[in-house]
């Protein structure tokens, strides 16, 4: 897993049906152990609070977002986070490393 360095990469992906259930905090961790950054607005006014890019190692680019909770979101509270990417099986694979990668 790698933080990613092209964000324009994220241009044009979109939720395929993957998710992941973690907390705020534990992407918060992942992100900034990977030096990388991430969007955040925790007031529950949009439709995301959070918003992390990553890569995984075979370079597949995909961002990590929580999707219409409306409400401001507990870092230590597990939340239903959406997986975007290119394509589904982008998606899945994307997943699968990420959920190795956070229960590591």
Same mark, same amino acid.
């Given at each position: ?36 950054? $991430? ?25 990590? $977002?929580?999707?219409?909770? $409306? ?34």
């Amino acid at each position: 897993m790698n933080k990613i360095e092209n964000y324009s990469l994220l241009n044009g992906t979109s939720f395929h049906g993957s998710v992941i259930k973690t907390t705020p905090n534990a992407l918060i961790k992942l992100a900034e152990s990977l030096g990388g950054d $991430y969007n955040s607005d925790n007031g529950g006014d949009d439709k995301t609070n959070f918003d992390f890019g990553f890569e995984t190692d075979n370079g597949i680019s995909f961002s990590v $977002y929580d999707w219409k909770e $409306y409400r401001s979101l507990d870092l230590s509270e597990v939340v239903t986070f959406h997986i975007g990417t290119h394509s589904k099986m982008d998606g899945i694979t994307a997943k699968e490393e990420l959920t190795n990668t956070l229960n590591k």
